[in-house]
């Protein structure tokens, strides 16, 4: 399949993708790719697999995010992981929640979502780049547009750890697929 068998690799955002016309402008932007093991399934099923199986540590550095930045205004998450798990990829609709974004759009090929603040607006993407049918793709895509001070000091300290903890996270669920699929 791939010479990246457990690990993601930065890259650029797919120019079809719907999260490419956020670039411009933003304060932020980076995209991780990888093997699609499963590039049959939409995007919101690949999505929902990634979300649940967030490493605890994750939710860890969330819940610790959501308690240092209330003091500023800054929005409440709550966790990565918290999805209907009774809904299959077709119980969700725009608009509704995903973890700690809101659906705004889904196609078999990509879903974007998003958190808007005061602060700062967050678009994410997982797009199904199938332009080698023989290395199918998913692509990870982040775009961040800062409203105000307090947003630029905000992505000072989250957007270095951002780049160091998607990859993991990315690496992580790849093992999980791994081991469903040998086991």
């Known amino acids: 399949m791939s010479k990246h068998p457990a690990r993601s690799w930065t890259c650029p955002l797919p120019p079809a993708s719907l999260i490419a016309a ?7 932007a980076d995209c991780h790719a990888l093997p ?4 049959h399934e939409p995007a919101l099923a690949s ?3 990634l979300m649940a199986h967030t490493p605890a540590w994750m939710n860890g550095l969330m819940a610790l995010r959501n308690r240092l930045v209330q003091p500023f205004g800054l929005k409440h998450l709550g966790r990565l992981d918290a999805l209907r798990p009774a809904d299959a990829a077709s119980g969700y609709r725009v608009g509704e929640r995903l973890g700690i974004f809101s659906l705004v759009t889904l196609s078999e090929r990509e879903l974007v979502l998003e958190d808007d603040d005061k602060h ?3 678009r994410l993407s997982l ?3 199938g332009g080698d049918p023989a290395r199918p793709l998913l692509k990870l895509s982040a775009v961040v547009h800062v409203h105000r001070g307090l947003g630029h ?3 000072a300290l989250v957007g270095p750890v951002h780049r160091r903890i998607v990859p993991l996270m990315l690496s992580h669920w790849m093992r999980q697929q791994a081991g469903t699929a040998h086991g």
Do not use: C, I, N, Q
Request: a negative charge; charged letters at 30%.
């Open 22 to 28: 956020e670039l411009p402008g933003a304060d932020f």
């Open 36 to 39: 699609d093991t499963r590039p």
């Open 47 to 49: 999505y929902l697999s």
């Open 120 to 122: 700062l607006r967050v």
């Open 127 to 129: 797009y199904k780049d």
């Open 153 to 155: 000091a905000y992505m």
